[in-house]
């Protein structure tokens, strides 16, 4: 079965500076992809990057990237220079192929991310 | 162009009672789902739909009935309220199951049940 695992509960960081979010993830497929969601305080679900499997490089967006090991089944999210907007709660996910039409997102229990002055 | 949308975006519920909430998306995608989020659980999917007129349940499709009777609108119902479905539920939709398709959420609807 699939399944995402987000260790980190919560993660504290300074203004500017970089911080990893955690992501391992367990599937028997080669083909797959992992998303990452930021959920502010507000509540809304926002897409920040995605990673596929066969994707040769990493994955960047802005100031987020992806640290993508394969081997070790590892997505995680690279925020670099944090800004007080980044504080909210990070999502990590992957389709659930398991199911017939291939359809869900599988979540992590996600990371809460505070970034103080 | 208002991607998905939800209403109402807030709700209080006595035990027992039905109510439908609705989500609506404008970008013509096929695919459509309801999930719950519960504090330390993540999200969990509900129901979802792979087209107009079709449904199907999810991981935890008990208590919750659905329906697709247009492409734009996914509606989700509770007929007999319960505590346990006091949650913050999410809509989302996405243009098709390839795994590397992005799914668009809504702004959520959180719900309470005395």
């Known amino acids: 079965a699939q399944k995402i695992t987000q260790t980190q509960p919560g993660m504290f960081v300074q203004e500017k500076e970089a911080v990893t979010l955690d992501c391992t993830y367990d599937?028997?497929?080669?083909?797959?992809?992992l998303f990452w969601y930021k959920q502010p305080s507000s509540g809304e679900m926002i897409f920040l990057i995605y990673?596929?499997?066969?994707?040769?490089q990493n994955a960047t967006e802005g100031r987020y990237s992806l640290n993508f090991q394969k081997a070790r089944k590892s997505a995680n999210l690279v925020i670099s220079a944090s800004q007080l907007g980044d504080s909210a709660m990070y999502f990590c996910?992957?389709?659930?192929?398991?199911?017939?039409?291939?359809?869900?997102?599988?979540f992590g229990k996600g990371t809460t991310l505070s970034v103080s002055s | 162009n208002a991607g998905v949308t939800q209403t109402p975006k807030f709700r209080v519920l006595k035990t027992g009672q039905s109510m439908t909430l609705l989500c609506a998306q404008d970008?013509?995608?096929?695919?459509m789902y309801w999930y719950r989020q519960d504090p330390g659980m993540g999200l969990r999917l509900i129901h979802y739909?792979?087209?107009?007129?079709?449904?199907a349940k999810g991981e935890v499709p008990d208590g919750y009935n659905v329906s697709r009777l247009k492409k734009q609108n996914f509606l989700l119902g509770l007929e007999s309220a319960a505590p346990s479905q006091t949650s913050v539920y999410f809509c989302?939709?996405?243009?098709?199951?390839?795994?590397?398709?992005?799914?668009?959420f809504g702004p959520g609807t959180r719900l309470l049940v005395l």
């Open positions: 990673q596929g499997s066969y994707d040769e």
């Open positions: 989302a939709s996405s243009s098709g199951t390839a795994y590397q398709e992005t799914q668009y």
């Open positions: 599937t028997s497929d080669q083909s797959y992809g």
């Open positions: 996910a992957m389709r659930d192929l398991t199911n017939q039409a291939g359809t869900a997102l599988i």
């Open positions: 970008m013509n995608h096929e695919y």
């Open positions: 739909s792979v087209g107009e007129g079709t449904t």
